[in-house]
């Protein structure tokens, strides 16, 4: 075989030369449409509450939080993820407060809902641990989370949830069969357009540190979650935990936490075809974050992280980082 002209023939680098041409074959793309924007509530007036262990983030008031919508909303981010930070009096061994029909969320959405309409999409989380005495996401009694009593209360909260104007009902507690029990009330409630996105692969992480202190459950917390979240070792269950979610009527299904677990998104999508949702968690944001402030990465980190879920195939992502990647993305900064 007589090879003509120069070796190599094909050179792959012909299209990276030029930026243009770059974002011509670019197989992957970010967009504002991809962001979900979290955001922590807390009750009071005029309230702005620094999160120590997550640089750069807060507790709002409802009255503050407008401000945030607002911003989400002019920058086309679709959805918002509301977490609450419950009054320490509030909370109980049952986790009652979560079925209050005029609790911090239900108020905050009615509050979302009623000023911005269809805007903007709000998304609740189901789940105990923000209500609770003992800091976990159910029931416990003799030290040992119950699964179908706790449903019981998932389904009451959801409803209450969907009644506030709630449009995805996303729950994360990890109780077997739930996601059946709660669309059927759905449905039963006339509550059938409300979307249900499933925790369904939520691994008993060491990343959500952060977080638990975001929503005051981090030194409330007795034991661990590893007899209802994932085994982080495992993929194949992931796998059978989608499918029954899927099955039980879930729109939409979850992977928490995100970059550790890029191999599970691909899995999850590349088996169902199912839209994805990854969750950048607060574990993840505050690295980065901390890792930036010291100069030891450029903040460009942040873009390419996100990038990685794109790539791994999930279609939105949850990020504390939405409203400034979509600023930069407005600007096309990056």
């Known amino acids: 075989m007589i090879i003509t002209g120069k070796y190599p023939a094909l050179r792959l680098r012909r299209t990276r030369k030029y930026e243009w041409s770059r974002r011509l074959v670019r197989e992957n793309n970010l967009?504002?449409?991809?962001?979900?924007?979290?955001?922590?509530?807390?009750?009071?007036?005029?309230?702005?509450?620094?999160i120590a262990s997550m640089p750069d983030i807060?507790?709002?008031?409802?009255?503050?939080?407008?401000?945030?919508?607002?911003?989400a909303v002019n920058l086309k981010i679709p959805l918002v993820a509301l977490f609450p930070y419950i009054n320490q009096k509030l909370k109980n061994y049952n986790g009652s407060e979560a079925l209050n029909k005029n609790n911090?969320?239900?108020?905050t959405t009615s509050y979302i809902k009623k000023k911005y309409g269809?805007?903007?999409?709000?998304?609740?989380?189901?789940?105990?641990?923000?209500?609770?005495?003992?800091?976990?996401?159910?029931?416990?009694?003799?030290?040992?989370?119950?699964?179908?009593?706790?449903i019981d209360i998932l389904i009451k909260q959801s409803l209450a949830q969907a009644n506030a104007g709630c449009d995805i009902?996303?729950?994360?507690?990890?109780?077997?069969?739930?996601?059946?029990?709660?669309r059927n009330a759905l449905d039963k409630n006339n509550f059938k357009n409300v979307q249900l996105l499933s925790y369904a692969v939520k691994f008993a992480s060491s990343f959500y540190g952060p977080f638990r202190d975001a929503v005051g459950s981090k030194n409330l917390l007795v034991g661990d979650k590893k007899t209802y979240q994932m085994d982080y070792s495992n993929n194949d269950e992931a796998l059978r935990e989608v499918a029954l979610d899927i099955k039980e009527g879930a729109d939409m299904v979850m992977v928490k936490p995100g970059l550790p677990y890029l191999?599970?998104?691909?899995?999850?999508?590349?088996?169902?075809?199912?839209?994805v949702i990854a969750y950048q968690v607060s574990g993840e944001y505050s690295l980065i974050t901390n890792s930036i402030k010291k100069g030891l990465v450029d903040e460009k980190i942040i873009f390419e992280s996100l990038m990685s879920f794109k790539r791994a195939g999930s279609n939105a992502i949850i990020t504390y980082f939405a409203e400034k990647i979509a600023k930069k993305l407005q600007k096309n900064s990056f």
Do not use: Q
């Open 169 to 182: 009902i996303a729950p994360s507690d990890m109780m077997d069969g739930r996601i059946k029990l709660i």
């Open 118 to 150: 269809n805007k903007i999409g709000v998304m609740c989380d189901v789940a105990l641990d923000p209500y609770t005495s003992h800091g976990h996401d159910g029931i416990m009694k003799n030290g040992e989370i119950l699964n179908d009593e706790t």
């Open 31 to 50: 967009s504002t449409n991809d962001l979900i924007l979290p955001i922590f509530i807390v009750e009071g007036k005029n309230k702005k509450i620094p």
């Open 263 to 275: 191999d599970v998104i691909k899995s999850v999508k590349e088996n169902f075809k199912i839209p």
């Open 58 to 71: 807060y507790r709002y008031s409802i009255d503050r939080v407008d401000k945030i919508i607002s911003k």
């Open 104 to 107: 911090l969320i239900c108020k």
